[in-house]
Nanobody, 114 residues
């Protein structure tokens, strides 16, 4: 059974940083490698928003809201995707989810206070 487990969320002051992780289990490395990996975020009552994508060959794409401040990366051997969040703003507060192929995690909460 494939599982994605996000971690690293928490409470941070404006301007602070967090590093989110998303670890996959029950999936073979080659399948993990070939799938695009995406971080989304969602605030209650709003649509899920795409934050960042890392494609099969390592190229990346970011939403305009997080470009420069966030960095997505992955370690295929560890079957883990990361999202480094820097210069956090209150509007970055959300539940952050990772998506690998057709699989989703349950999310990790990021709260930013002024």
């Amino acid at each position: 059974q494939v599982r994605l487990v996000e971690s690293g969320g928490g409470l941070v002051q404006t301007g602070g940083s967090l590093r989110l992780s998303c670890k996959a289990s029950g999936i073979i490395t080659s399948v993990f490698y070939t799938n695009d990996k995406v971080w989304y975020r969602q605030v209650p009552g709003k649509q899920r928003e795409l934050v960042a994508t890392i494609f099969r060959y390592g190229n990346t794409n970011y939403s305009d809201y997080v470009k420069v401040r966030f960095t997505i990366s992955r370690d295929n051997a560890k079957k883990t995707v990361y999202l480094q969040l820097n210069s956090l703003k209150p509007e970055d507060a959300a539940v952050y989810y990772c998506d690998v192929g057709e699989y989703w995690g349950r999310g990790t909460q990021v709260t930013v206070y002024s």
